[in-house]
């Protein structure tokens, strides 16, 4: 028995809602405490775009990679031992090089591409790709239709997603978030069984405007979350992100960016609350609108990280239901 085995855990099934990088580590951690085939990501497909005639779905491929152990440790974002050599010559021809797509990374974009050039869904499409990286989790998109976050700015402008964040580098001011880009999407009827079926459904540490909350708007799926225990991780430390626009994305929309904003986000929907334990204790009593809430080291800087704190969660959310 490894030193991070958990059989306390052996028979529990979780469902995560997850984004990209900060989601994909605790993901991480939940498949490795638990048993094989008990852990299912929801993933948002908001970020989701076409590039160069590709279809790119970063928040799966993040979770995705980092489940098959391939993800790059350094970006949190595209495949380890990745080559350019695409991108460089892309660049010789005067191609758009703001985002980067390198030699590795192209074949899973070409590939799922291909496949639902075929008539394939995400769904199917992803679940191959896990068999074939040997990933014994179940990863789903939020839904099988259409869903693109769109960001409009103060400036009037109305931008898609990924040309925000990335092309843009998250400048722009924003003023509104249209999540779904005025599609009516259907949720994925796996992903609500799943939630269905899971003892624990987890709210993963990303960014609540842009990653969780396109989840949380599709048709049924707070209804179902209602019924559930949820527990939520704080993506915000101490009024700020390890990574990506959370923060300044609070602070434009007129919300002071902290974990007790992150926790009002959810609130309805929480048994428990996990922020990080380098904060100031914020709150007089450790229930707070209804919620449980426990202090945790949240930065997940390698896997025995991503582990514990993935453990931490379901013992603690075990020891607040056996004490209900
Ligand atoms: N993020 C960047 O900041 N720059 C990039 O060039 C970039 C390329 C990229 C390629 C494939 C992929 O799956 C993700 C990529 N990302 C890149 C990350 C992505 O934009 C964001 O991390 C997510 O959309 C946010 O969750």
Redesign the pocket.
């Known amino acids: 028995m490894s030193e991070f085995s958990f059989p306390q855990f052996s028979t529990m099934k979780v469902a995560v809602l997850a ?3 900060g989601g994909a580590k605790l993901v991480l951690g939940l498949d490795r405490v638990l048993s094989p085939g008990n852990l299912t990501t929801i993933v ?1 497909t908001g ?1 989701d775009f076409t590039h160069f005639g590709l279809k ?4 799966i ?2 979770v995705c990679y980092s489940l098959a152990g391939l993800a790059n440790k350094s ?4 495949l380890e031992g990745e080559t350019w050599y695409v991108a460089d010559a892309l660049e010789s021809l005067g191609a758009p090089t ?5 030699d590795r ?1 192209l074949a899973t ?1 070409l590939e799922r591409t291909r496949l639902l050039g075929e008539g394939k869904k995400l769904s199917q499409v992803i679940a191959d790709f896990c068999n074939r990286w040997d990933i014994l989790s179940r990863v789903l998109p939020m839904s099988d239709d259409e869903a693109p976050t769109l960001i409009e700015t103060k400036a009037g402008t109305v931008l898609p ?2 040309d925000y ?2 092309r843009e580098k998250a400048q722009p001011e924003v003023n509104h978030i249209l999540l779904h880009g005025g599609f009516e999407p259907s949720p994925l009827p796996e992903a609500l069984m799943a939630i269905q079926e899971a003892d624990l459904v987890v709210i993963a540490p ?2 609540p405007w842009v ?1 969780i909350d396109p989840i949380l708007a599709l048709r049924g799926v707070r209804e179902v979350l209602k019924e559930k225990h949820v527990v939520a991780v704080s993506p915000i430390i101490q009024g700020k992100t390890i990574k ?1 626009p959370a923060a300044k994305m609070f602070a434009e929309l007129g919300i002071q960016p902290s974990s007790l904003a992150v926790l009002r986000h959810y609130s309805d929907l929480l048994d428990l609350f996990v922020y990080d334990a380098s904060e100031k204790p914020m709150f007089s009593s450790d229930i707070l609108e209804g919620v449980s809430t426990i202090q945790l080291q949240t930065i997940m800087t390698d896997e025995a990280d991503k582990i514990q704190l993935a453990g931490a969660i379901l013992q603690h959310f075990i020891d607040l239901i056996g004490a209900q």
Request: charged fraction near 15%; charge should be negative.
């Open positions: 984004g990209g990088v948002n970020d790119i779905c970063p928040d491929d993040s970006y949190g974002w595209g703001w985002f980067q797509l390198g990374d974009h997603f990924q964040l990335v990303s960014n990653s990506g």
